[in-house]
């Protein structure tokens, strides 16, 4: 066989292989949300739900706990992540790309240097500080630290640092503010960009534990991330494997939806920077 014929032949099965083993989790998981509970746990596998229970799954994970709370805080919580980081970040790699000013290398590798800090280390001081504020569970607590973060700040720069400078001369030329020129003429070319940093910031925010659960203590303020815990913490009660499987399915439907409608836009930038790399 020619090594042509091979790879054609190779690659699509390790694809296949690789979508297989992917795949495989998330189809546990939205079956079983569907499953009668004894199912789930059965050898072998149950590949389809023998007793389909149609909704019942999902009207007991709302029932023991609330779901649908967890699931607005989340998508507050997420949403706001992405606006702030989106523009706030669009706007710092704008002023860092194409402006020149003192001390403006130093400003933007001190910026750059805070992504190598673990945030496991700034939990502690950071929930000081947001305590002496007033903020403990609550939503400016639980949203507020944050919302903005050097890697949208980077992204942005690599990007922005593409524009044409003839481009933004001629807008000045004619007159256009600088805060006009970035809401008409930059936000407009760094679109594709701008979608795929909203992306990777929704999929942070979205599945965030570590910081909702250090800030919140009432349970209708929680993440669905720490929410999902509700169902299999086994010192409370028997694990509820059915709900935990359903609120799961809930919890993933959002990220499901969104790189079917963008994906598009992540692929492309993903594989520009990888060219550009």
Not at 126 to 153: D, Q, R, T
Not at 230 to 248: E, F, I, K, L, R
Request: proline content about 6%; some cysteine.
């Amino acid at each position: 066989m020619r090594p042509d014929a091979r790879s054609r032949f190779f690659l699509p099965l390790v694809a296949l292989l690789a979508a297989i083993v992917f795949a495989f989790p998330i189809w546990f998981m939205v079956s079983s949300a569907f499953k009668a509970e004894e199912e789930i746990q059965a050898i072998p596998i149950h590949w389809l739900p023998h007793q389909f229970q149609w909704f019942a799954r999902f009207r007991e994970a709302a029932n023991y706990a609330p779901l649908w709370h967890y699931f607005f805080n989340s998508t507050v919580y997420a949403l706001v992540h992405v606006g702030v980081t989106v523009f706030f970040g669009a706007l710092a790699g704008f002023g860092f790309a194409k402006y020149r000013f003192p001390g403006r290398t130093l400003l933007f590798f001190f910026v750059i240097s805070t992504v190598m800090i673990p945030f496991q280390i700034l939990v502690v001081p950071l929930f000081i500080e947001v305590k002496s504020f007033g903020w403990a569970n609550s939503y400016p607590g639980l949203i507020i630290p944050g919302m903005m973060n050097a890697f949208g700040v980077f992204v942005m720069r690599q990007y922005a640092s593409d524009l044409p400078d003839e481009l933004l001369e001629a807008a000045r030329v004619d007159g256009a503010g600088e805060f006009h020129i970035f809401l008409r003429i930059v936000l407009p070319l760094l679109f594709p960009a701008l979608t795929s940093l909203a992306i990777i910031v929704f999929i942070w925010a979205w599945g965030a534990f570590l910081w909702p659960l250090v800030i919140i203590q009432d349970r209708e303020l929680n993440v669905l991330a720490v929410g999902l815990t509700n169902y299999t913490v086994p010192y409370q009660h028997a694990p509820m494997w059915g709900a935990a499987m359903a609120a799961s399915t809930v919890a993933t439907v959002p990220i499901a939806c969104l790189f079917v409608f963008f994906q598009r836009y992540f692929i492309k930038r993903l594989t520009a920077a990888a060219v550009k790399g």
